[in-house]
């Protein structure tokens, strides 16, 4: 009875499960008990029981055909990605090789595969002129980080695998392993009396990533194709963001230094009005973020901070 349940169950393949998103979708996914689950990661990370692990590299053609065509899954979830913004600017090989090329590596294997391919990207590929930005706005990135996140949207509708882009922004959640989310470096420089320097003219809507797994996993059981935002329910300024952590932390704000964007001169511009329009997603995948202050009750309580 095990091995015939084995054998019906969904096959998931998590790409990028060392980085903040892949290791919650592992959790998720381990834990749910109707699928398989093999995790793909180019470093070690934390491993979770009922999931299976293996080291490759998205930029080898060679590891990525071997990965794909062995393990045969139903699902890809592709939640690696060069994500820092300023050293996209000077490593623009690197940052292409994985960002682009690997994705492109990974399309044309899921199409071969029949499989559903879900690709992460960001709101990083609009200018952020006059955000929040619907799925039908035109994207037009103003530094490379965003310039090769929408070469690789175009790699995935090229490749003909059936396929689902989901955009997202500022990404914040409970992860056991590897680099602070935003919250956490809020809460741990604030409780270090550390001062930060927090622009007040950066708006995104801050997603919890339990709320951005749910809405994959929606996609992915309804089968719903083609762009999708999925971010969190409030627009706000990175300040007012800061506030509201502080809030539910119980900390002290004097340390908390409002500035404006050109004050930090960063290599990449970023884009300023930015964020996600998510009613395409509510109607159709019945996505339902949390409140802002109630998610971040639960890393409160869920991390023991
Ligand atoms: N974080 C945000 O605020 C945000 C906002 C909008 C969109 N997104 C998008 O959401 C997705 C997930 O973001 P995240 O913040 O969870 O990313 P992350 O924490 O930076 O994780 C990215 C993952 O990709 C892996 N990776 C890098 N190069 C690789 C390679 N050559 N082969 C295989 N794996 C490789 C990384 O491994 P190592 O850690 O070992 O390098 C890491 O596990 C990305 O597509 C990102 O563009 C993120």
Redesign the pocket.
């Given at each position: 009875m095990e091995s015939i349940n084995r054998v019906n169950m969904k096959r998931i393949l998590i790409?990028?499960?060392?980085?903040?998103?892949?290791?919650r979708c592992a959790k998720f996914y381990s834990e749910s008990g109707n699928a398989r689950v093999l995790c793909?990661?180019?470093?070690e990370?934390i491993r979770f029981p009922n999931a299976e692990y293996v080291l490759?590299?998205?930029?080898?053609h060679g590891e990525v055909k071997e990965l794909i065509t062995g393990f045969k899954p139903d699902v890809i979830i592709?939640?690696?990605?060069?994500?820092?913004v300023d050293l996209s600017e000077t490593e623009r090989d690197l940052a292409w090789?994985?960002?682009v090329k690997?994705v492109e590596y990974i399309a044309e294997f899921a199409a071969i595969a029949g499989a559903h391919f879900i690709?992460?990207?960001?709101?990083?590929v609009f200018d952020g002129a006059k955000g929040p930005y619907s799925e039908i706005d035109t994207p037009s990135p103003i530094n490379y980080?965003g310039q090769t996140?929408l070469d690789?949207e175009q790699a995935v509708r090229l490749s003909g695998a059936i396929s689902t882009i989901v955009?997202?922004?500022?990404?914040?959640g409970i992860?056991p392993s590897?680099?602070l989310?935003?919250v956490r470096w809020v809460v741990e420089s604030l409780r270090a009396q550390k001062q930060i320097r927090i622009v007040t003219d950066q708006y995104n809507n801050p997603?919890f990533?339990d709320d951005l797994v749910s809405g994959i996993d929606a996609i992915i059981r309804n089968k719903n194709y083609g762009l999708y935002n999925l971010s969190g329910i409030e627009l706000l300024n990175r300040y007012d963001f800061t506030l509201r952590i502080a809030k539910v932390f119980d900390l002290n704000t004097s340390n908390v230094i409002p500035i404006i964007t050109p004050d930090l001169n960063q290599p990449a511009p970023r884009p300023l009005r930015g964020g996600l329009i998510i009613k395409k997603a509510q109607a159709e995948l019945g996505f339902c973020p949390i409140g802002l202050d109630e998610s971040l009750q639960l890393m409160k309580k869920e991390l023991n901070l």
């Open positions: 790409i990028g499960a060392s980085g903040m998103l892949g290791q793909a990661s180019i470093d990370t490759f590299d998205m930029t080898k592709n939640a690696s990605a060069y994500t820092n090789s994985i960002n690997g690709h992460i990207s960001t709101d990083y980080y996140k690789s955009r997202t922004n500022v990404l914040y992860i590897g680099r989310d935003f997603t990533i």
